[in-house]
Protein backbone atom coordinates (compact mmCIF):
# COMPACT_ATOMS: atom_id res chain seq x y z
CA UNK A 1 0.00 0.00 0.00
CA UNK A 2 0.85 3.47 -0.34
CA UNK A 3 3.55 5.21 2.14
CA UNK A 4 3.08 8.54 4.01
CA UNK A 5 3.30 11.57 1.41
CA UNK A 6 4.26 15.00 2.02
CA UNK A 7 3.40 18.08 -0.62
CA UNK A 8 5.28 20.07 -1.68
CA UNK A 9 8.74 17.95 -2.16
CA UNK A 10 10.13 21.25 -1.76
CA UNK A 11 9.18 24.93 -0.88
CA UNK A 12 10.79 28.26 -1.28
CA UNK A 13 9.65 31.13 -0.03
CA UNK A 14 10.01 34.36 1.18
CA UNK A 15 10.91 35.94 4.61
CA UNK A 16 7.55 37.03 6.29
CA UNK A 17 5.60 35.12 3.72
CA UNK A 18 3.14 32.28 5.13
CA UNK A 19 3.60 28.37 4.47
CA UNK A 20 1.06 25.89 4.36
CA UNK A 21 2.58 21.95 4.23
CA UNK A 22 0.24 19.09 3.59
CA UNK A 23 0.63 15.21 5.23
CA UNK A 24 -0.83 12.37 4.23
CA UNK A 25 -0.67 9.73 6.43
CA UNK A 26 -1.00 5.75 5.70
CA UNK A 27 -4.66 5.10 5.76
CA UNK A 28 -5.87 3.52 9.04
CA UNK A 29 -3.18 5.37 11.14
CA UNK A 30 -4.80 7.38 14.20
CA UNK A 31 -1.47 8.55 15.28
CA UNK A 32 0.63 11.32 13.30
CA UNK A 33 4.22 13.29 14.07
CA UNK A 34 5.44 16.46 12.90
CA UNK A 35 9.59 16.64 12.87
CA UNK A 36 11.88 19.29 11.28
CA UNK A 37 15.04 18.11 11.07
CA UNK A 38 18.32 20.40 10.06
CA UNK A 39 21.23 19.37 8.19
CA UNK A 40 23.65 17.20 10.58
CA UNK A 41 20.82 16.93 12.90
CA UNK A 42 18.14 14.53 14.20
CA UNK A 43 14.46 14.65 14.14
CA UNK A 44 13.15 17.27 15.85
CA UNK A 45 9.60 16.92 17.46
CA UNK A 46 6.84 19.51 17.11
CA UNK A 47 3.72 18.38 17.32
CA UNK A 48 2.11 14.78 17.76
CA UNK A 49 -1.98 13.69 16.76
CA UNK A 50 -3.56 11.33 18.20
CA UNK A 51 -7.21 11.16 15.97
CA UNK A 52 -8.41 15.02 15.21
CA UNK A 53 -6.83 16.29 18.41
CA UNK A 54 -3.36 17.09 18.98
CA UNK A 55 -2.05 15.23 22.04
CA UNK A 56 1.48 16.89 22.61
CA UNK A 57 1.78 20.09 20.76
CA UNK A 58 4.82 21.23 23.37
CA UNK A 59 7.60 21.16 20.40
CA UNK A 60 5.86 23.85 18.63
CA UNK A 61 9.02 26.26 18.78
CA UNK A 62 6.78 29.82 19.01
CA UNK A 63 3.26 30.71 18.11
CA UNK A 64 4.12 31.30 14.38
CA UNK A 65 3.52 27.50 14.08
CA UNK A 66 0.68 25.63 14.23
CA UNK A 67 -1.02 22.36 12.66
CA UNK A 68 -4.33 21.09 12.36
CA UNK A 69 -5.89 17.29 11.40
CA UNK A 70 -9.77 18.07 11.19
CA UNK A 71 -10.55 14.68 10.34
CA UNK A 72 -7.96 12.36 11.76
CA UNK A 73 -6.18 11.62 8.41
CA UNK A 74 -4.81 14.38 6.26
CA UNK A 75 -2.66 17.07 8.78
CA UNK A 76 -1.27 20.47 7.22
CA UNK A 77 1.64 22.74 9.31
CA UNK A 78 1.28 26.19 9.06
CA UNK A 79 4.00 28.28 9.19
CA UNK A 80 3.46 32.46 9.64
CA UNK A 81 5.97 35.38 9.21
CA UNK A 82 8.48 32.54 8.17
CA UNK A 83 12.09 32.91 9.13
CA UNK A 84 15.02 32.42 7.67
CA UNK A 85 15.91 30.07 10.55
CA UNK A 86 12.87 27.86 9.62
CA UNK A 87 14.70 26.72 6.95
CA UNK A 88 14.98 23.10 7.08
CA UNK A 89 13.13 19.90 6.00
CA UNK A 90 9.67 19.14 7.64
CA UNK A 91 9.21 15.08 8.33
CA UNK A 92 5.71 13.71 8.82
CA UNK A 93 5.29 10.64 10.30
CA UNK A 94 2.46 8.30 11.12
CA UNK A 95 1.78 5.16 13.29
CA UNK A 96 -0.88 2.20 13.51
CA UNK A 97 -0.88 3.09 17.33
CA UNK A 98 -1.83 -0.73 17.40
CA UNK A 99 -1.33 -0.87 21.26
CA UNK A 100 -0.03 2.22 23.80
CA UNK A 101 3.59 0.71 24.62
CA UNK A 102 4.32 0.01 20.35
CA UNK A 103 4.71 2.86 18.19
CA UNK A 104 6.63 2.43 15.21
CA UNK A 105 6.63 5.66 12.94
CA UNK A 106 6.80 5.78 9.31
CA UNK A 107 8.48 8.60 8.11
CA UNK A 108 6.83 10.71 4.44
CA UNK A 109 9.95 12.02 2.59
CA UNK A 110 9.84 15.31 3.92
CA UNK A 111 9.47 19.18 2.71
CA UNK A 112 12.23 21.37 2.33
CA UNK A 113 11.17 24.27 3.03
CA UNK A 114 13.60 27.23 1.85
CA UNK A 115 13.39 30.80 3.42
CA UNK A 116 15.45 33.21 1.60
CA UNK B 1 13.44 18.29 29.43
CA UNK B 2 14.86 14.87 28.00
CA UNK B 3 17.53 14.82 25.94
CA UNK B 4 19.39 12.17 23.70
CA UNK B 5 22.75 12.03 22.80
CA UNK B 6 24.56 9.91 20.17
CA UNK B 7 28.19 8.93 20.06
CA UNK B 8 30.72 9.33 17.81
CA UNK B 9 28.89 11.73 15.42
CA UNK B 10 30.85 10.28 12.12
CA UNK B 11 32.60 6.94 11.42
CA UNK B 12 34.56 5.94 8.63
CA UNK B 13 35.09 2.31 8.18
CA UNK B 14 36.92 -0.37 5.86
CA UNK B 15 33.94 -2.58 4.29
CA UNK B 16 34.39 -5.54 6.66
CA UNK B 17 34.95 -4.17 10.03
CA UNK B 18 32.80 -3.80 12.74
CA UNK B 19 31.32 -0.67 13.99
CA UNK B 20 28.96 0.47 17.31
CA UNK B 21 27.34 3.51 17.80
CA UNK B 22 25.61 4.37 21.55
CA UNK B 23 23.14 6.28 22.96
CA UNK B 24 22.73 7.61 26.07
CA UNK B 25 19.17 9.19 27.83
CA UNK B 26 19.63 11.76 30.12
CA UNK B 27 15.71 10.56 31.74
CA UNK B 28 14.82 6.33 32.12
CA UNK B 29 13.23 5.63 29.06
CA UNK B 30 10.02 3.80 28.53
CA UNK B 31 11.33 2.42 24.83
CA UNK B 32 14.17 2.97 22.44
CA UNK B 33 14.21 2.55 18.87
CA UNK B 34 16.37 2.90 16.06
CA UNK B 35 16.17 4.38 12.87
CA UNK B 36 18.16 4.27 9.35
CA UNK B 37 18.50 7.23 7.48
CA UNK B 38 20.04 6.83 3.90
CA UNK B 39 21.66 9.81 2.27
CA UNK B 40 19.05 12.37 0.73
CA UNK B 41 16.05 9.99 2.00
CA UNK B 42 14.05 9.57 5.24
CA UNK B 43 14.27 7.73 8.44
CA UNK B 44 13.30 4.51 8.38
CA UNK B 45 12.42 1.93 11.24
CA UNK B 46 14.45 -0.82 12.68
CA UNK B 47 13.75 -1.82 15.54
CA UNK B 48 12.43 -1.14 19.32
CA UNK B 49 13.42 -2.16 22.05
CA UNK B 50 11.36 -1.84 25.06
CA UNK B 51 12.65 -4.57 28.47
CA UNK B 52 16.08 -3.17 30.82
CA UNK B 53 18.87 -5.57 29.10
CA UNK B 54 17.12 -6.40 26.35
CA UNK B 55 19.13 -7.53 23.24
CA UNK B 56 17.34 -8.29 19.63
CA UNK B 57 19.54 -8.99 16.55
CA UNK B 58 18.69 -8.39 13.30
CA UNK B 59 21.21 -10.55 11.00
CA UNK B 60 24.39 -8.84 11.26
CA UNK B 61 23.00 -6.03 13.67
CA UNK B 62 22.83 -6.14 16.91
CA UNK B 63 20.54 -4.02 19.51
CA UNK B 64 21.29 -3.66 23.26
CA UNK B 65 18.81 -1.31 25.90
CA UNK B 66 20.64 -0.89 28.99
CA UNK B 67 19.91 -2.20 32.37
CA UNK B 68 18.59 1.36 33.51
CA UNK B 69 16.89 1.85 30.19
CA UNK B 70 18.52 4.89 29.85
CA UNK B 71 21.35 3.83 27.47
CA UNK B 72 21.22 1.85 23.86
CA UNK B 73 23.82 0.50 21.16
CA UNK B 74 23.84 -0.83 17.88
CA UNK B 75 26.56 -2.61 16.67
CA UNK B 76 27.11 -3.83 13.18
CA UNK B 77 29.24 -7.43 12.39
CA UNK B 78 31.27 -7.15 9.21
CA UNK B 79 30.02 -3.97 7.38
CA UNK B 80 29.15 -4.09 4.06
CA UNK B 81 27.84 -0.34 1.66
CA UNK B 82 24.73 -1.19 1.78
CA UNK B 83 25.05 -0.03 6.09
CA UNK B 84 26.42 3.44 4.83
CA UNK B 85 23.63 5.98 6.19
CA UNK B 86 22.88 7.97 9.49
CA UNK B 87 21.67 5.87 12.17
CA UNK B 88 19.57 7.12 14.95
CA UNK B 89 18.57 6.34 18.20
CA UNK B 90 15.33 7.78 19.62
CA UNK B 91 14.15 7.57 23.34
CA UNK B 92 10.38 7.70 23.85
CA UNK B 93 9.50 8.89 27.35
CA UNK B 94 6.01 9.66 28.34
CA UNK B 95 4.57 10.42 24.94
CA UNK B 96 7.25 11.48 21.96
CA UNK B 97 10.12 10.45 20.55
CA UNK B 98 13.13 12.33 21.29
CA UNK B 99 15.92 11.94 18.71
CA UNK B 100 19.63 11.72 18.86
CA UNK B 101 21.74 13.78 16.47
CA UNK B 102 22.95 10.41 14.40
CA UNK B 103 25.86 8.86 13.82
CA UNK B 104 26.81 9.18 10.17
CA UNK B 105 28.25 5.89 8.62
CA UNK B 106 30.30 5.58 5.52
CA UNK B 107 32.65 3.26 4.13
CA UNK B 108 35.24 2.55 2.15
CA UNK B 109 34.69 -0.36 -0.22
Known amino acids: GAGVSQTPSNKVTEKGKYVELRCDPI?????LYWYRQSLGQGPEFLIYFQGTGAADDSGLPNDRFFAVRPEGSVSTLKIQRTERGDSAVYLCASSPQRHSSYNEQFFGPGTRLTVL | GQQVMQIPQYQHVQEGEDFTTYCNSSTTLSNIQWYKQRPGGHPVFLIQ?????EVKKQKRLTFQFGEAKKNSSLHITATQTTDVGTYFCAGKGAQKLVFGQGTRLTINP
Open chain 2, 49 to 53: LVKSG
Open chain 1, 27 to 31: SGHTA
